[in-house]
């Protein structure tokens, strides 16, 4: 079998665990884009390989495969940096439900 085969089975094999995960719950669909962007990338690289190569001879990359590693790892902080923004957002709802709730409670004992 080909890796453009391959890669394409691949592709389709994550846009379908994605869509799984989607109804079971398990991943929220604002997560779910980021995935199927990379399963489509990893179908469309697969199925048209010269697409790498076009794009490192525009961007004066000398070795394709190169570029895959650098988009890679691009991707891969862009995507800690999200989780990071999303964990910070959660920490700061959670600090704050806490406070309210303690206020709550002792509004509740003052009166008791």
């Not at 079998?1 to 592709?11: E, R, W």
């Not at 994605?18 to 489509?40: E, Q, T």
């Not at 890679?72 to 406070?99: C, F, N, P, W, Y």
Request: hydrophobic share 55%; charged share 15%.
């Amino acid at each position: 079998m080909s890796y453009q085969v391959t890669s394409a089975i691949l592709g389709l094999f994550l846009a379908s665990t994605i869509l799984w995960l989607i109804r079971r719950d398990y991943l929220h669909s604002r997560h779910a884009l980021w995935w199927f962007l990379v399963a489509l990338i990893v179908m469309l690289l697969g199925i048209f390989p010269t697409i790498i190569d076009k794009l490192a001879l525009q961007m004066g990359v000398n070795y394709p495969p190169t570029l895959l590693f650098i988009l890679g790892m691009g991707m891969i902080l862009v995507k800690v940096i999200s989780i990071d923004l999303h964990q910070s957002s959660q920490e700061k709802k959670l600090r704050r439900l806490a406070q309210r709730l303690a206020i709550l409670e002792g509004e509740h004992f003052e009166q008791d």
